[in-house]
């Protein structure tokens, strides 16, 4: 065996590992398959003679290659939310192992969004660390970094992904309890199951990036809010729990992209009042976190 056939063997028997590290650091199967040609390119034409660890060295590349596809992204241009709460979602492949996979490793909407609020750094050694237990040693030398640095770049980013101690940790599972209730109902499409789950005089708020033109910015009472959430029901799919600003929200990501927060009011174990946010400024501003336990 020739040592490009060795090599591409190698490769093969590692990809599957690459892409699950790829798809936690990118958030994207198309950006985490991307990565992995690169990572393949890269050993296409490197002198591996001195490697002595080759699973240990794709990893190093792969996560090099995801870092760079990261900063790169991060001083690039955002997508903003259109206004439309039915955006198309391109369906998986069918029969495709290496999908199948990344559906089979799915971190989670939630996750996927928070991670997205971290810097490249923080992320490339939250993931590294918290994910795949990748010593700081080895993830300093991704980074170019001192091992101590990479140490705070995880501990940093955990902090921002993780809430801190809860102060009423009942309240947060009582209100996690409606808020699952209100999504479950919301993907129904039934104006009957949505409204039982509103209080009667139910207020909705929204952004003007929220709505399409033409919508008003409120709107009042279980039957005319539930009417409207059924219209909508499709957006329901791609939302997940999480912690907005401490309380208990959904956040709306088609693709792991954020696009709307949903801001909740409970009261006797019912939605008051709920606030859709879309404003690409008001998103950054929003501090988002996953909820406990997750």
Same mark, same amino acid.
């Given at each position: 065996m020739d040592q490009r056939q060795f090599l @591409?063997?190698?490769?093969?028997?590692?990809?599957? *590992?690459?892409?699950?590290?790829?798809?936690?650091?990118?958030?994207?199967?198309?950006?985490?398959?991307? @990565?992995?040609?690169?990572?393949?390119?890269?050993? *296409?034409? @490197? *002198?591996?003679?001195?490697?002595?660890?080759?699973?240990?060295?794709?990893?190093?590349?792969a996560s090099r290659v995801c870092l760079d596809m990261l900063r790169s992204r991060h001083g690039g241009r955002e997508e903003h939310w259109s206004g439309d709460l039915t955006p198309p979602i391109a369906a998986p492949e069918d029969g495709n192992p290496e999908h199948e996979a990344l559906e089979a490793e799915s971190v989670g909407l939630a996750l996927r969004v928070v991670l997205n609020t971290l810097s490249p750094a923080e992320r490339v050694a939250f993931v590294l660390h918290d994910m795949f237990g990748v010593p700081f040693d080895e993830i300093g030398g991704i980074l170019d970094r001192s091992r101590a640095t990479a140490k705070k770049l995880a501990s940093r980013a955990r902090h921002k992904v993780r809430a801190p101690r809860e102060r009423n940790p009942v309240e947060t599972d009582r209100h996690r309890e409606v808020v699952a209730a209100f999504l479950v109902a919301a993907r129904t499409g039934d104006t009957g199951i949505i409204a039982a789950r509103l209080a009667p005089d139910v207020v909705r708020r929204a952004d003007a990036a929220a709505l399409p033109p033409g919508r008003p910015g409120t709107a009042h009472g279980a039957t005319a809010v539930a009417c409207e959430i059924s219209r909508f029901g499709s957006a329901a799919r791609h939302a997940e729990p999480a912690l907005i600003d401490g309380r208990v929200g959904l956040l709306v990501a088609p693709g792991g992209r954020l696009r709307l927060a949903i801001r909740f009011r409970i009261d006797g174990g019912l939605v008051k009042e709920y606030e859709l946010v879309a404003d690409p400024a008001r998103l950054r501003r929003l501090s988002l976190r996953l909820l406990p336990g997750r």
């Open positions: @591409a063997d190698c490769f093969e028997e590692n990809r599957r *590992d690459l892409l699950g590290l790829s798809y936690r650091m990118l958030g994207s199967r198309e950006e985490a398959e991307d @990565a992995v040609q690169e990572t393949w390119l890269r050993l *296409d034409r @490197a *002198d591996t003679s001195e490697v002595r660890n080759l699973p240990g060295w794709l990893r190093t590349v």
